[in-house]
């Protein structure tokens, strides 16, 4: 079951403007975090251990973009994702040279960034605005995971939507898109919960999703919560209908880039369907096969020829001469 038969993916967006597969590669540029490193706090969010989100190496960015090819063998054009910790939380001076040493193969056709609401200065977004004037894809992603601050304050964020709503205005005077991550399923909050997240932003005008159900990994301070029965992730039934919920309320211009999320054994602890890359994505497809497509609740819905398919959300230059198909890799 194909899950871009019913929501405007990453992927579908991808091949509507390049004309084949783009695929992210990850890495892992050895970020830290002002929530870890004594700046805002110790310990980072208590959901959190980097190293189940993210394979990457710490080996140079080339090398980690090389080993990445060699595990995409249906690609010839790559998205560098700067994934682990908070990827703009250095001198914009170090950001140019690790962001321009992605660049530099003729495959990579632009950048996805994550990070943090209140790690974005203006010099960063500016920086981005000029990648994306040349050309290349770009996309600034960020950590929210709920629009309540109470919520933020008991998983420890460090900052309040507030800061979000910030730096998405300073982010779209820009042209700069950005992808909200969220969390299904937080502590403190029900299910249901997250329609009203989506709804507070859909109205900043966001561009990306990320959904994520609350998985519990090893090295989190949630891992002792869930041990003493305090937590309870989402059986995979009740995740499926709540983010397909979610994506029929989103209007079909908006790009999923991920409906659910896994992390790799023996790191993840709970739910276990969250150990299958497909499982997750395969539920929220059969659901939204029988309620209905992304946008469905809307007055934007998706179908076979959306005007999501046809043009990006904002105007988009033509890609440098540099970018032109590579052969494919082995």
């Known amino acids: 079951m194909q899950l871009d038969h019913y929501v ?53 960015i080339a090398q980690q973009l090389a080993e990445g090819r060699t595990k995409m063998d249906r690609a010839r054009r790559y998205l560098a994702y700067f ?37 974005v200065p203006d010099a960063v977004l500016d920086l981005l605005a000029g990648y994306r004037e040349q050309g290349y894809e770009v996309w600034l992603e ?13 998983v420890n964020r460090g900052h309040g939507f507030a800061a979000y709503a910030d730096a998405v ?3 779209q005077a820009r042209g700069v898109p950005v992808c909200t991550h969220l969390i299904v399923g937080l502590p403190g909050e029900p299910l249901e919960r997250s329609f009203d997240t989506l709804d507070r932003v859909l109205e900043l005008g966001v561009a990306g999703l990320k959904l994520h159900p609350l ?69 929220v497809a059969r659901r939204l096969a029988g309620t209905g497509t992304q946008g469905s609740l809307t007055d934007n819905p998706l179908g076979p020829h959306a005007a999501a398919d046809k043009a990006h959300y904002l105007p988009h230059p033509a890609p440098p001469a540099s970018e032109a198909p590579c052969a494919p890799t082995c």
């Open 8 to 60: 405007n993916t990453i992927g579908r967006h991808l091949r509507g403007r390049f004309g084949e597969r783009v695929h992210k590669l990850p890495l892992h540029a050895r970020f830290t975090c002002p929530n870890r490193d004594g700046t805002l706090g110790r310990g980072g969010c208590t959901f959190c251990n980097v190293r189940s989100f993210s394979d990457a190496s710490e080996a140079p």
């Open 83 to 119: 994934q682990a910790y908070t990827s703009t939380y250095a001198e914009v001076e170090t950001l140019q040279r690790l962001y321009a040493e992605a660049l530099e193969a003729a495959d990579i056709v632009g950048l996805c960034v994550g990070t943090r609401p209140d790690c």
């Open 215 to 283: 998985m519990i990994v090893k090295g989190s301070r949630m891992a002792a919560a869930w041990r003493r029965g305090e937590i309870a992730p989402a059986e995979l039934g009740a995740y499926a209908e709540i983010a397909a919920e979610m994506i029929r309320r989103t209007p079909a211009a908006v790009v999923y880039h991920r409906v659910s999320a896994t992390a790799n054994a023996p790191t993840l602890l709970a739910p276990a369907w969250c150990a299958s890359r497909f499982e997750g994505i395969q539920a």
């Open 142 to 154: 960020l950590g929210l995971q709920s629009a309540f601050d109470e919520t933020l304050a008991r």
């Open 169 to 171: 205005s300073r982010a």
